[in-house]
């Protein structure tokens, strides 16, 4: 097994630099065809409001933001949405996973979920939520023990480049 070239962290705050880095990988992921909320091509305007308002989130605590770097800087990230109606304290939403396609297939994937796992205990959270493009890359990361598939729901998003696609929605409960 090889030793990870990267490392994780969570970032509290957000500075320009940061910001930019994360435009970056979002831009990457629309243009290589993944279905993040964004039409291809994304335009850094675009990708940089988006990330301006993650940035919002995570400084007044509703987002918990999670980085990996390489020496060649950003190169993925994951967030989990904290804040939520006040009957579902214990919820977190997770999203925006992202990897920079030069680092794919090396298990940086992974060990964001892992990561993001941790955070959301340490928040106090018990149950994690998410969707997925179905039988994507990212659904057979998800399909893992403790991810349990909820259903599909056809035709529900835009792929970047157009096309219709179904999501799948997963929970997992942090137990213990
Ligand atoms: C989905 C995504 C986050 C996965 O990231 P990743 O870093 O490639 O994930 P991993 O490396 O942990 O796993 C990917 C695959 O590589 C394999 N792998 C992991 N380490 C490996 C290694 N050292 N050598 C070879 N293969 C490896 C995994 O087994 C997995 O195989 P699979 O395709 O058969 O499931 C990435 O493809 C991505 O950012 N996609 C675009 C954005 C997106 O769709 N996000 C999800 C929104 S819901």
Known sequence: MTTPTWFL????????????????????CV??????????PLTRDRALAFWRRVAQGV???????LV??????????VQLVLNQPENQPHRADLAKMLVRRRSRR???GAAL????ETTARECGKTLLVLDAVSD??????????????????????????????????????LGG
Do not use: N
């Open 9 to 28: 962290r969570r970032l509290h705050a957000l500075d320009d630099r940061k910001i930019d880095e994360l435009v970056d990988v979002l831009i990457d």
């Open 31 to 40: 243009a290589g065809g993944a279905s993040v909320s964004f039409m291809h």
């Open 59 to 65: 400084a007044a605590g509703e987002r918990a933001l």
């Open 68 to 77: 990996a770097e390489d020496s060649q800087g950003l190169c993925g990230t």
């Open 106 to 108: 090396q298990g940086l």
């Open 113 to 116: 979920m892992r990561a993001a």
């Open 136 to 173: 994507g890359d990212a659904a057979r990361l998800y399909e893992r023990p403790g991810w349990v598939r909820v259903g599909e729901i056809p035709d529900y998003a835009l792929l970047p480049q157009g096309g219709l696609c179904g999501t799948t929605v997963y929970y997992r409960q």
